[in-house]
C-alpha cells in the first residue's frame, strides 16, 4: 500500500481508503470481515458519516483491538431522526450523535471532525458563525478531535473554507465527469447524465474546482475523495458522458492525480469488493491510463491543460513535469508567487531550470501541453 501526507496534518493516510456509506444494513459479520481485510491490506482511513445505530457499532466492532491503525473521519450534522438519515443545524442534535459516534465506536477520539455536507452559502454561515464550529474547536483543544475537516460537493462553498483557514482536511467529490461540468449555481455539480455533453458546446477544466485544487495544495489543506466513480455512472458505457466507459482503477487514477488528494475513499461492501479496489495497488500503470478516454472525447477542449497525469515521462533530465506544471498554475491562479508556492518549488530535485529543451515529453502528452515552453515560464517565475 502507497501513502501520502493528508496535508499539513503530520497523518500519512492510505491512498486507497474505505468509503463506509454501503456498510448500512450490512450484517455485522460483513462489516466486521470486509473492514479487517482493508486493514491487513494497509488501508488506514475509513469515512463514518452513517448515522444508523447498526453500522457505527459492527464498524466498532470491526475496529475493536486495532484502533491505532484506522484514521477514523467522523462527521458532525449526521444524525439518525424518525428512523432515518438526516442533517441538522440544531447543535444539541450535532452534540448527541458525536458522543454517540465515539460511543460506539468504542473510542475517546476521531481523527478527523468532518463537518458534513456544507454545499450552500446559508449552511456555511449557520455552522461557521455559530455553534457547530465552536464546538468542533473546543473537541480540538479537549484531544477529542484531532483536525476538522469540511465535507462538500461545492467548490465555491469549499474554497471559502480554505481560504479562510477554518480547516484541515477537505471531503470533496471529484471525478473527471464533475471536474469538466459547470457547477449548478450553489448546489454542487449537476447530475451527471449520458446526455450531458451533447450539442456543439465544448467543455474544459471547470475554473472554480481547478481554483479549489490548487487553493489546498497551496494552504495544505489534503482533500480525500468521494464520488470517485460518479455513483458508477462513468463505469457503464451507455451512461457514461464521454460515450466510452471507465475503469475503477483509472477513476481511482484520475482522483489521485489531481493537487492536495491524499486518498481516494472507496465504497466496499464485501470482502471481494475490498479485494477488487486494492488491485489498484499492483497493476500496470498502462491499465490505470485514464487520458486515451479523456483526450478521445471531441466535445472537450482539454488541449494545452497540464493533467498532471504523468505521461510526459520519463524526462532525461529527472524533472517531475507535473509537480512543476502544478506549482506554475498556482502561480498563474494567483497572479503571484506566494512564499508556500516558493517552498514547495524549491523542495523538487530537479527543477524547470533543468529541462534541455528535447521535447521528447511534448510527443507523450496526450493533451498536447507545450511543456517546454511552461518550463521556460516556470523559470521566469521560480528563478531557476
Not at 483509472?250 to 482522483?255: F, R, V
Not at 481516494?264 to 489498484?280: F, I, K, N, S
Not at 532525461?316 to 494567483?334: C, R
Request: glycine share 8%; aromatic share 8%; hydrophobic share 40%.
Amino acid at each position: 500500500m502507497n501513502y501520502r501526507m493528508l496535508g499539513n496534518t503530520g497523518i500519512k493516510v492510505s491512498e486507497i481508503g474505505y468509503g463506509g456509506e454501503y456498510l448500512e444494513g450490512k450484517n455485522a459479520a460483513i462489516v466486521v470481515k470486509s473492514i479487517q481485510k482493508a486493514l491487513d491490506a494497509g488501508v488506514n482511513i475509513i469515512d463514518i458519516f452513517m448515522s444508523e445505530p447498526n453500522v457505527r457499532t459492527n464498524i466498532g466492532r470491526a475496529i475493536a483491538g486495532r484502533r491505532d491503525q484506522v484514521i477514523i473521519q467522523g462527521h458532525f450534522r449526521a444524525i439518525w431522526k424518525n428512523n432515518q438519515y438526516a442533517r441538522t443545524l440544531n447543535i444539541d442534535e450535532v452534540k448527541f450523535f458525536f458522543e454517540d459516534l465515539l460511543h460506539r465506536l468504542n473510542t475517546d477520539y476521531i481523527d478527523i471532525g468532518m463537518l458534513h455536507m456544507i454545499d450552500n452559502f446559508d449552511d456555511y454561515k449557520a455552522v461557521f458563525e455559530g455553534e457547530i464550529y465552536q464546538y468542533a474547536l473546543s473537541l480540538k483543544e479537549k484531544g477529542v478531535i484531532r483536525h476538522i475537516g469540511l465535507s462538500s460537493h461545492n467548490p465555491k462553498v469549499a474554497k471559502k473554507a480554505v481560504d479562510e483557514g477554518f480547516i484541515d482536511v477537505l471531503l470533496f467529490s471529484l471525478n473527471p465527469a464533475y471536474d469538466l461540468i459547470e457547477d449548478d449555481g450553489e448546489n454542487g455539480p449537476l447530475m451527471v447524465k449520458n446526455d450531458l455533453f451533447a450539442g456543439d458546446s465544448s467543455y474544459t477544466m471547470n475554473k472554480d474546482r481547478s481554483e479549489l485544487y490548487r487553493a489546498c495544495e497551496e494552504k495544505g489543506v489534503g482533500i480525500t475523495v468521494m464520488k470517485s466513480l460518479a455513483a458508477g455512472v462513468l463505469l457503464a458505457e451507455p451512461r457514461s458522458p464521454f460515450g466510452k466507459a471507465l475503469t475503477v482503477p483509472q477513476c481511482i487514477h484520475y482522483a489521485l492525480t489531481r493537487p492536495a488528494v491524499a486518498s481516494v475513499l472507496v465504497g466496499m461492501q464485501t470482502p471481494e469488493e475490498v479485494e477488487e479496489a486494492l488491485r489498484y495497488e499492483t497493476m500496470p500503470e498502462e491499465e490505470k491510463n485514464y487520458t486515451a478516454v479523456l483526450a478521445g472525447t471531441p466535445k472537450f477542449s482539454l488541449n494545452g491543460h497540464c493533467m498532471y497525469c504523468n505521461h510526459c515521462l520519463p524526462c532525461p533530465s529527472h524533472i517531475d513535469i507535473a509537480q512543476v506544471n502544478k506549482y506554475l498554475d498556482m502561480v498563474l491562479a494567483e497572479g503571484k508567487l506566494s512564499p508556500t508556492v516558493a517552498e514547495h518549488y524549491k523542495s523538487l530535485t530537479k527543477t524547470a531550470g533543468d529541462c534541455i529543451q528535447c521535447g521528447a515529453c511534448e510527443k507523450r502528452c496526450p493533451f498536447a501541453v507545450p511543456i517546454v515552453e511552461r518550463m521556460k515560464q516556470a523559470v521566469s517565475f521560480f528563478g531557476k
